[in-house]
T-cell receptor, first 113, second 114 residues
Framework: QKEVEQNSGPLSVPEGAIASLNCTYS??????FFWYRQYSGKSPELIMS????GDKEDGRFTAQLNKASQYVSLLIRDSQPSDSATYLC?????????????FGKGTKLSVKP | GAGVSQSPSNKVTEKGKDVELRCDPI?????LYWYRQSLGQGLEFLIY????????KSGLPSDRFSAERTGGSVSTLTIQRTQQEDSAVYLC????????????FGPGTRLLVL
């Protein structure tokens, strides 16, 4: 069974703090990892993709990947109320860049002003 | 450029009726995916089309579900003899052939089966 696990939350952080979102996956051969943000009633939108071990930064967002531990995380610095959403971790377990994604159930983030 | 479009945005139907959901992918994207998201749940993979290859139907929950993709572009997901448990948001995504493989989602079709 190919699985992606996330804490469902809710994760509540004050405005300006760092929000840390975590995800583990079951298939060691996975190559492509994605973080999507989903506002209530909306479709998922891509935040970050990561393929290599280590950190990848884009603005206030940093994705971290550790393939040995089968662990991927997303850090959001200087959190804003507009970051309040559900964050979905998605993994391509097909060993390549194409094919369906396996999604976690998402972590709901609430940023309090 | 235009993103993934889906129609209708909302569909209410009676149990036992057939429904058709449409997806128009981003121009030039060869891969097209259908997912389903039930209330409070994660996304569930349904079917995947890549170019002219046979589709990956491994996620379809029953033989009441089928999909086709005409001319390598527009796709239609058909649900026959709908059941109340089919109520969900049906999301379509597309991606280009690249190392990235990032999938871009449409706005979804909200299906309610009464």
């Amino acid at each position: 069974q190919k699985e992606v696990e996330q804490n469902s939350g809710p994760l509540s952080v004050p405005e300006g703090a760092i929000a840390s979102l975590n995800c583990t996956y079951s298939d060691r051969g996975s190559q492509s990892f994605f973080w999507y943000r989903q506002y209530s009633g909306k479709s998922p939108e891509l935040i970050m993709s990561i393929y290599s071990n280590g950190d990848k930064e884009d603005g206030r967002f940093t994705a971290q990947l550790n393939k040995a531990s089968q662990y991927v995380s997303l850090l959001i610095r200087d959190s804003q109320p507009s970051d309040s959403a559900t964050y979905l971790c998605a993994v391509n377990m097909g060993g390549g860049s194409q094919g369906n994604l396996i999604f976690g159930k998402g972590t709901k983030l609430s940023v309090k002003p | 450029g235009a993103g993934v479009s889906q129609s209708p945005s909302n569909k209410v139907t009676e149990k036992g009726k057939d429904v058709e959901l449409r997806c128009d992918p981003i121009s030039g994207h060869t891969a097209l995916y259908w997912y389903r998201q039930s209330l409070g749940q994660g996304l569930e993979f349904l079917i995947y089309f890549q170019g002219n290859s046979a589709p990956d139907k491994s996620g379809l929950p029953s033989d009441r579900f089928s999909a086709e993709r005409t001319g390598g572009s527009v796709s239609t997901l058909t649900i026959q003899r709908t059941q109340q448990e089919d109520s969900a948001v049906y999301l379509c995504a597309s991606s280009s052939v690249s190392r990235d493989g990032t999938q871009y989602f449409g706005p979804g079709t909200r299906l309610l089966v009464l």
